[in-house]
């Protein structure tokens, strides 16, 4: 009888988390901005972006 693994070794997620982190430093969030920027992180970066132009 043959086994098999399945192994998913994906980095994917933990980039997400990195940049996610590094964000929430860059644009000084609170708390609770930061827990809502995991659902609309790329809103605080737009916004940052362009009240710095």
């Known amino acids: 009888m043959n086994n098999i693994i ?3 070794d994906n980095i994917m997620g933990t980039i997400w988390l ?3 982190l590094f964000s929430i430093g ?3 969030l609170s708390f609770w901005r930061g827990v809502l920027a995991i659902i609309i ?3 605080y970066i737009g916004a ?3 009240k710095s132009n």
Do not use: M, T
């Open 18 to 20: 990195i940049g996610w």
């Open 6 to 8: 399945v192994n998913h």
């Open 41 to 43: 992180w790329p809103y």
């Open 48 to 50: 940052k972006y362009h």
């Open 26 to 28: 860059y644009l000084k």
